[in-house]
């Protein structure tokens, strides 16, 4: 788990965000040969107006998990495979760069691709839900919670309830 942790800081939403997030999409659906329906832009970064870390997270949704050429693909695209990270059923990779990402390998149209999507819809809908979020990684990196797993953890409690909110809300 000490190979996933690395400095976190969040910045203003960046209208940029939704442009590379299309761009990578655009670039990992012709490596894997797959359709763009596959892969979802989530996270914070895929919500107007929310302050997120400048990493735009994509969600890539498999017919079958685990997938070994869709891994091979990615790092063959300099993504780090990270495995599982402590989220089993989640193959997780990042690049680093001028632009950074994460990419989330998932079954499509299971519970991760689900709560993923969920969570990103109610956030976008719910300007409250937004506040209580921006209000939670404030808190945290006040706090003294600068590196990704310590920051995480500490935004945990209210990423569960928002989370249980949006599933309540049937956002999917």
């Known amino acids: 788990m000490d190979d996933l942790d690395e ?6 939403y960046r209208a940029q965000w939704a442009t590379e997030a299309v761009a990578e999409a655009a670039r990992i659906a012709k490596a894997i040969g ?11 970064t895929a919500v107007v107006g929310l302050a997120a870390k400048p990493i735009v997270d994509l969600m890539l949704g498999v017919p079958e998990y685990p997938a070994p050429s869709m891994r091979s693909a990615l790092t063959a695209l300099g993504y780090e495979d990270l ?3 402590g989220v089993p059923e989640r193959t997780y990779f990042r690049l680093r760069g001028h ?3 994460n990419v989330h390998l998932v079954l499509k149209g299971g519970a991760h691709w689900q ?4 969570l990103r819809n109610y956030l976008r809908s719910s300007p409250t839900a937004r506040q209580r979020y921006t209000e939670a990684k ?6 003294g ?4 797993l310590a920051y995480s953890a500490a935004k945990g409690a209210v990423i569960a309830d928002l989370l249980r909110e949006a599933l309540a809300a049937n956002t999917c």
């Open 115 to 118: 709560h993923n999507i969920a």
């Open 145 to 148: 919670q600068t590196n990704l």
């Open 138 to 143: 404030q808190a945290a990196l006040s706090s």
């Open 34 to 44: 797959r359709p763009l329906a596959d892969l979802e832009h989530i996270g914070s």
């Open 83 to 85: 495995g599982e990270a």
């Open 7 to 12: 400095p976190v800081h969040i910045i203003d």
């Open 99 to 101: 632009a950074s990402f």
